[in-house]
């Protein structure tokens, strides 16, 4: 039997999670104080404090540090690395702390899964981080040599969501080819063959989103960035958390947008109807990576609940393979199958090294 403590910071809360084995014996999102985390110049100098909360929570819902056998955390954005499992060791610490691909609330999970290893002797992995990096070199290419595509994505998410549809069917990962969409603030569509996510189009340059722009026209993002405007801050900020629905129908909630059609609201429906369509766009210019030999789409994320939104898509796809949905994000969940892999000798976790 394993005992799993799971990690997962992001920006406002911290969920963690106590799993015996693949049951979860509890399940808790912290929410921190706005106010408490101004005090931090750096994202990074919050993991003392957002560690003590975990500790004050394994120690209100009985549950001894001494029974953990291992911690499993979310990957932070580390340079690019391959899927599956990390150790987490010193030299991760070291470029989460000084040299992160970004700064990012995910980031402290495996500097805080290191300081708790230090008090009680248990490994410690990361699994699946959004850095994961297995793209073929041809689909790197663009039109500049200084720009090519980078891999970043909902990895976690979209490669346990493969793995699963190839457990149900008793076939291998390694063994299927699969195009996968995670749709939630952001939306990814990856395509996996031979056990590698072997290109994702991820939510800077694919559909837009609930929260994100997406793709825009080139020549329209040059003259607005020269415009006087706005600055670099106030684009990025646009881009990341101020487009897509936001942007058109100024609420990011998908269920919201649904109501509106439900009362007629013509245009929420026309927006709204874009974004699937968009989604099923992106979905068909990866088909071609594999030469169209795709055995299946799978669509998960938060506004996979949504039979509205999956049956659009479904009609712009299903020529090109079955369309299965599996709703929901289940980061805790992937997180702790990952770690459950490694700890029975089906996977092995990679040793990570600094990149200065």
Known sequence: MEIL???????????????????????KSIVHDPEELKKYDAVVDQFEYREGL????????????????????????????????????????????????????????????????RKHDVPAFVYDGVTVDEMLPIVRIT??????????????????IAMKYAKER?????????????????????????????????????????????????????????????????MMKIIKTQGGLYAHLGTTDSREVEKRIEAGDEHAKLIYDAMALNIAKNIGKEA??????????????????????????EKYVSFIAPVIVYPGENEMESLALGGLRVLRGEEKAKEFHKVV
């Open 288 to 313: 071609p990576v594999v030469c169209g030999k795709i055995e299946a789409i799978l669509l998960t994320g938060g506004i996979a609940y949504s039979k509205y939104f999956t049956g659009l898509i």
């Open 170 to 234: 008793g076939k291998k990962y390694t063994d299927c080819s699969l195009i996968v969409v995670h749709m939630g603030g952001g939306i990814s569509v990856s395509v996996h063959s031979g056990g590698k996510i072997i290109d994702t189009i991820n939510d800077g340059e694919g559909p837009f989103s609930p929260e994100r722009t997406g793709w825009l026209p080139l020549h329209e993002v040059v003259e607005t960035c020269f415009s006087g405007k706005y600055t670099e801050h106030q």
């Open 143 to 160: 039109g500049l040599p200084e720009m090519p595509r980078k891999a970043i994505g909902h990895n976690l998410n979209m490669r346990a």
């Open 54 to 117: 975990i500790l004050d929570a394994l120690r209100e819902n009985n549950i001894p540090l001494e029974s953990i056998t291992a911690i499993v955390a979310r990957g932070g954005l580390l340079p690019p690395v391959e899927s599956g499992a990390y150790k987490v060791n010193e030299d991760m610490v070291w470029q989460l702390r000084n040299k992160p691909h970004h700064e990012h609330a995910s980031n402290l999970a495996a500097i805080i899964a290191y300081s708790i290893t």
């Open 5 to 27: 403590l799971i990690i997962n910071p992001g920006g406002t809360s911290t969920k963690i999670a106590v799993y015996e084995d693949e049951k979860p014996l509890f399940v």
